[in-house]
């Protein structure tokens, strides 16, 4: 006897979805409805952009320029990052520039030793000089337009 009120259970539970199911199908497969449902989307699309319009004439950054600081900020780090690396390369070749000047033949070691050094001076310049003019912030923004 316990069987069958999950058996009923079960059986209006399938019908439940089944009915949903083919309201929903109802619901979206009428062109008023989905009328409605694509205004209401395109609405908020709007709304979104005026409000970042609205935001950007007070001054609050967006999530987007809050998104795009972050971006820079990191590839700032990983620059600085590299700029610290071929600075302790440097220092290291002073080092060692300074052991073996102590020998023989100073003037060769430490002719080699400055174009080395020069060579990595000439790439850590590279590496801090941006490859590329940032975009202005007038390009970066997009405006609402009215239709």
């Known amino acids: 006897m316990s069987d069958e009120p999950e058996g009923l259970r079960d059986r209006l539970s399938k019908q439940g979805e089944e009915t949903l199911g083919k309201l929903a199908e109802d619901l979206l497969g009428n062109p008023v409805v989905a009328g409605a449902l694509q205004r209401a989307f395109e609405a908020r699309e709007k709304a979104a952009h005026a409000q970042e319009a609205a935001m950007g004439a007070f001054g609050i950054p967006s999530a987007a320029d809050v998104e795009r600081v972050t971006r820079r900020l990191r590839s700032l780090s990983q620059r600085l ?67």
């Open 81 to 147: 990052e590299s700029i610290e690396d071929l600075l302790d390369r440097v220092e290291e070749r002073i080092g060692s520039l300074d052991s073996r000047l102590e020998g023989a033949g100073r003037g060769d070691a430490l002719e080699r030793k400055v174009d080395e050094i020069a060579r990595d001076l000439v790439s850590l310049r590279e590496a801090v000089t941006p490859t590329a003019e940032p975009v202005p912030r007038a390009q970066e923004r997009l405006t609402v337009s009215e239709q």
